[in-house]
C-alpha cells in the first residue's frame, strides 16, 4: 500500500508542491533574517563610533595619559555592571597587535578606521588581556572598531554582540523548523490525498476487474461529489452500457440464428436423406433436389438479412456515407414498386419535396426502405392504397410508408422490430421476420427514430431523419 | 455466341471442393479452365498464361486476391477479374472493385450467378466499339434518338425499361440473373426480397414480346432472364 502510495501521481505532485513552496517560505523567512542581522550590526557600528569619537575628543583637549585612565575607567565600569558591551584598549604601533588578530590583511593608514566582526577570543588576544572574563564562550562574537590615532597609536573599541548573537541563533532555528514542519504538513496532505485518489481508483479497478470476469452487469460507483472521478465514472458507466447492449444484440442473433436456422436446416435435411430412397431419374427426386435448392437459398437470404442487421447495427461501413437526395431516393424506388403495385391493383404514389437530403448510406436506406414497401405491398389488399413519402416538417425530415392494410396492434408495434418476430396473421405470408429490425438497425444508424402509427386504417411507418445536418 | 476458340479462364481458389465444382460447371459449359491453389501460383499463372478471364478468390493462402489483382493491373494486364469473397460488406466490395476487379461475388453463390456473371465480364472485355444502333431480329433500339422499334413498330418505353432493355440488348445470349438486373441497372446492391424485378421483366415483355410471333426475351428457371432470337442458328 505504501510503495503503491507513493508512486501515486498526486502524491508526487504534492511532494514537488511541498518542495517549492518550502523553499519559498525559506526564501522569504531568509531575508528577514539577514535584514534583522544587518540591522543589530548597524546599531553597534553606530554606538561604536559616538564611543571612538567621544575618546577621539578627550585626546584632543587633554594628554593621552588622561585618555588611557578614562579607558581603564569604563572598562572596570562595563565590568562591574556585569555587561560585556564595551571594551576598549590602545595600543603602540611598534606591536601591531590589533591588526594581527583583527586585520591581519589590511593595515590601516593614519586617521582611518575599520570595522570587523570577529571571535571574543581573538578580541581578547588583540588586546593582551587573555584574563579578561573567564565566563566568555569560544563562540561568542564582538563588534570592533579600530581607529588609527596620530603618532602610531591605534584606538579599538568592541562591542560584546553575543546576546544579539543569541537571538538571531533563535531565529534561525525557528525559521528552520517552520520550513520543517511546512515541508512535512504538504507531504502529510499529499498523502492523503494519494490515498484518496488512490481509494477511488481502487473502487474503479475492482469493478472493472469484475466486469472483466464476465459480470457485465456491473457499474462504476457514483459518489454524490461529481467531481472529475464521478464525470468519469459516469463516462465509463455509459460505454459499459453500450457494450453490454451491444453483446446482448450479439446473444440474440446468435440465439436467433440457432433457433431460426435449425427449422430450415432440419427440413433441407430430411429431403436430402428422403431422396437418398428415390431412383435418380425420377420425377419425385427432381422434385425433392429443387425443393432442397429453394431452403438453402431461403436460408441465404435469412443469413445475409441477419447480416445486414448486424452490419448496420455495428455502425461499420461509414465509408460509404454520402449526401443522399431524398427526391431521387424516393423516385427509383417508387418507380421499381409502382409495377409491382399496379400487377396488385394497388394504388401507390410517390413524392419527395425537392431538394431534401440527409447523409447516410444510400444502399442501407433504400434497403430498408425496400423492406417497408415490400410489407406494404404484401399485406395491403387489391384496391388498397400505398404512399411513399419525404417531406420536411420544422426541423425534420419524415420519410414514411403508409398502406392501408390490416396495420399493427398498438400493443405489438414495440415487438415486431424484435428479430424473428412475426405477427399471428403475417405467419400465412412468406418472410423471415428481419424486414423490420433492419428497418429499425438502419434508422439508428442514422439516428433517426421510427415511428409506427395508424393510418386509419393501415399502417404508417415514419423514419425521422434530423433536418439540421 | 459462336467463339473462334474456346475461352480460358484461370480459377484461383484454395477450397479444393469449390474450386473442383466451378471447374467442373465451366468446363461443361464449354470453358477451358487453368486452377491455381495458392496465391503466388495464382499471379505467376496469370502472367504468364492467356487467359480470357480470372476468377478469383479474394482469402488466398500465400498472397491474398486483392494483391494479386493489383499486381496484374500494375503490369498493364486488363483481363476481366470476378473476384469471390466471403466477405459480403458494402465496403468489401468497394475494395475488391477499387484494387482493379470488375465483379464481385459474395459466397453462398448459385453456380448460375457465377457463370452469368462471368460471361457479362467476357463480353465487357470485347474490344467495345460504340454502337448507337442495337439489334435482335426486327427489335431495334436507337440509342441516339432514344427510340425502340420491332418490325417497324414504334415501342414506348418508359426511361427506366430503356435502361433495362439496353442491357439485355447488350448481353444477348447470355443469361442474366435479377441481381445484376438489381445491380447494373438500378444500382442495388441487395437481395431483392420479393418479385419487383420479375414484374419489371413480364412488363417490358409484354411492351416488346406480346404482339409479335417470336419471343425474344425468355426466362430461364432458376437463374434468370435471357434475351436472344430462337430461331437464329
Redesign the interface.
Known amino acids: 500500500m505504501i510503495l503503491r502510495l507513493l508512486n501515486t501521481t498526486v502524491f508526487r505532485l504534492s511532494l514537488v508542491y511541498a518542495l517549492l513552496f518550502s523553499g519559498v517560505v525559506a526564501v522569504a523567512m531568509g531575508s528577514i533574517y539577514w535584514s534583522a542581522a544587518a540591522q543589530i550590526v548597524q546599531q553597534a557600528d553606530t554606538r561604536l563610533r559616538l564611543e571612538t569619537k567621544s575618546l577621539e575628543d578627550l585626546l584632543r583637549t587633554g594628554s593621552f595619559s588622561s585618555l588611557r585612565e578614562t579607558i581603564k575607567l569604563r572598562n572596570e565600569d562595563a565590568q562591574r555592571a556585569g555587561r560585556r558591551f564595551y571594551v576598549y584598549a590602545l595600543s603602540n604601533s611598534p606591536k601591531q597587535a590589533f591588526d594581527e588578530y583583527i586585520h591581519p590583511q589590511r593595515p590601516l593608514a593614519n586617521g582611518r578606521q575599520a570595522f570587523a566582526t570577529v571571535s571574543f577570543a581573538n578580541l581578547l588576544r588583540a588586546i593582551d588581556q587573555a584574563d579578561y572574563g573567564n565566563q566568555q564562550s569560544e563562540h561568542d562574537m564582538a563588534r570592533v572598531l579600530v581607529t588609527t590615532l596620530p603618532d602610531g597609536w591605534q584606538l579599538l573599541a568592541a562591542a560584546d554582540m553575543s546576546e544579539q548573537q543569541a537571538l538571531l541563533d533563535k531565529l534561525y532555528r525557528h525559521i528552520l523548523l517552520a520550513i520543517l514542519l511546512i515541508f512535512a504538513l504538504a507531504t502529510f496532505g499529499g498523502v492523503l490525498m494519494g490515498y484518496g485518489v488512490l481509494r477511488r481508483i481502487d473502487s474503479v479497478r475492482q469493478t472493472a476487474d469484475t466486469i472483466m470476469d464476465g459480470d457485465l452487469s456491473q457499474r462504476m460507483t457514483v459518489t454524490n461529489r461529481n467531481d472529475e472521478f464521478d464525470r468519469l465514472s459516469v463516462v465509463l458507466n455509459r460505454m459499459l452500457q453500450r457494450i453490454e447492449q451491444l453483446m446482448q444484440a450479439m446473444h440474440e442473433v446468435t440465439d436467433n440464428l440457432a433457433h431460426d436456422l435449425r427449422h430450415p436446416l432440419n427440413r433441407l435435411r430430411n429431403r436430402l436423406e428422403a431422396s437418398q430412397f428415390e431412383p435418380f431419374d425420377s420425377d419425385n427426386f427432381q422434385q425433392l433436389q429443387q425443393d432442397a435448392l429453394q431452403d438453402v437459398d431461403d436460408l441465404i437470404k435469412t443469413f445475409n438479412a441477419l447480416l445486414s442487421i448486424a452490419q448496420a447495427e455495428s455502425g461499420m461501413q461509414r465509408n460509404e456515407w454520402s449526401t443522399v437526395a431524398l427526391d431521387t431516393l424516393v423516385a427509383d424506388l417508387g418507380e421499381l414498386y409502382e409495377v409491382v403495385a399496379e400487377e396488385a391493383g394497388i394504388h401507390f404514389n410517390y413524392t419527395a419535396q425537392p431538394g431534401l437530403t440527409v447523409y447516410g448510406n444510400r444502399q442501407l436506406l433504400a434497403q430498408a426502405l425496400t423492406n417497408l414497401l415490400d410489407n406494404a405491398m404484401k399485406y395491403t389488399p387489391s384496391g388498397g392504397e400505398i404512399q411513399l413519402q419525404a417531406q420536411q416538417q420544422a426541423q425534420h425530415i419524415a420519410l414514411s410508408v403508409s398502406d392501408s392494410g390490416p396495420g399493427i396492434p398498438a400493443e405489438a408495434r414495440q415487438r415486431v422490430f424484435e428479430r424473428f418476430v412475426r405477427l399471428d396473421n403475417a405467419r400465412s405470408t412468406p418472410g423471415n421476420g428481419l424486414g423490420l429490425s433492419l428497418v429499425k438497425a438502419v434508422a439508428d444508424l442514422h439516428a433517426a427514430p421510427v415511428r409506427l402509427a395508424d393510418n386509419q386504417p393501415g399502417l404508417r411507418v415514419v423514419l425521422v431523419f434530423n433536418a439540421a445536418i | 455466341m459462336v467463339y473462334a476458340r474456346s475461352m480460358n479462364i484461370l480459377l484461383v481458389e484454395d477450397d479444393k471442393a469449390t474450386a473442383s465444382f466451378i471447374q467442373k460447371g465451366l468446363t461443361e459449359s464449354g470453358y477451358i479452365v487453368d486452377h491455381a491453389a495458392d496465391g503466388e501460383d495464382g499471379l505467376h499463372l496469370a502472367l504468364t498464361g492467356q487467359y480470357d478471364a480470372l476468377i478469383v478468390d479474394r482469402m488466398l493462402p500465400g498472397r491474398d486476391g486483392l494483391s494479386i489483382i493489383q499486381a496484374l493491373r500494375a503490369q498493364d494486364r486488363d483481363t476481366p477479374v470476378l473476384i469471390l469473397s466471403a466477405l459480403?460488406?458494402?465496403?468489401n466490395r468497394?475494395e475488391g472493385l477499387r484494387a482493379g476487379g470488375d465483379d464481385y461475388l459474395v459466397k453462398?453463390y448459385?453456380f448460375s450467378e457465377l457463370l452469368a456473371r462471368l460471361q457479362a465480364l467476357m463480353r465487357r472485355a470485347q474490344p467495345a466499339q460504340e454502337q448507337t444502333l442495337l439489334r435482335l431480329r426486327d427489335l431495334e433500339m436507337d440509342l441516339m434518338k432514344r427510340q425502340v422499334r420491332r418490325a417497324d413498330t414504334n415501342i414506348n418505353l418508359?426511361p427506366?425499361e430503356f435502361t433495362l432493355l439496353e442491357y439485355l440488348l447488350r448481353h444477348t445470349g447470355q443469361v442474366v440473373t435479377r441481381t445484376m438486373l438489381l445491380e447494373k441497372v438500378?444500382d442495388?446492391?441487395?437481395?431483392?426480397?420479393?418479385?419487383?424485378i420479375d414484374?419489371?421483366i413480364s412488363?417490358l415483355r409484354s411492351k416488346i414480346d406480346r404482339d409479335f410471333d417470336v419471343p425474344l426475351l425468355h426466362t430461364i428457371r432458376?437463374a434468370g432472364y435471357i434475351l436472344h432470337d430462337p430461331e437464329a442458328a
Open positions: 459480403g460488406a458494402v465496403d468497394v453462398p448459385a418508359q427506366r438500378w442495388y446492391h441487395f437481395d431483392p426480397q420479393t418479385n419487383v414484374v419489371h412488363r432458376g
